[in-house]
Nanobody, 128 residues
Framework: QVQLVESGGGLMQAGGSLRLSCAAS????????MGWFRQAQGKEREFVAS????????YYADSVKGRFTISTDNAKNTVYLQMNILKPEDTAVYYC?????????????????????WGQGTQVTVSS
């Protein structure tokens, strides 16, 4: 089992940047593909970004492509989400998630039901 703890959320003006971190503890971090999801108030949780277990492949939602970057640091057991050119519509609780990958280490995953473990979330609020 793996435990995930997000940090780095906060209040930012539109056009600014934030970097979210998700620290993993428990089983070997390199066994997992990682993802970020978000849930705005009154809306369903939606996919934001994912990175393969190998770290070679990333995948983004169209709404964040070109603005957000997902990355991992296996030495620190941490996955990051660098968010640039923030927009008010990026306001949401952001969750990181981990999926244990047994084969195809280059695969990415964009469905919430594919993930095994979730963090508690961190609030991001973007003001106009």
């Amino acid at each position: 089992q793996v435990q995930l703890v997000e940090s780095g959320g906060g209040l930012m003006q539109a056009g600014g940047s934030l970097r979210l971190s998700c620290a993993a503890s428990g089983r070997t971090f390199s066994r997992y593909g990682m993802g970020w999801f978000r849930q705005a108030q009154g809306k369903e949780r939606e996919f934001v970004a994912s990175i393969s277990r190998s770290g070679d492949n990333t995948y983004y939602a169209d709404s964040v492509k070109g603005r957000f970057t997902i990355s991992t640091d296996n030495a620190k057991n941490t996955v990051y989400l660098q968010m640039n050119i923030l927009k008010p519509e990026d306001t949401a609780v952001y969750y990181c998630a981990a999926k244990e990958v047994y084969s195809n280490p280059t695969a990415t995953f964009s469905n919430s039901w594919e993930y095994d473990y979730w963090g508690q979330g961190t609030q991001v609020t973007v003001s106009s």
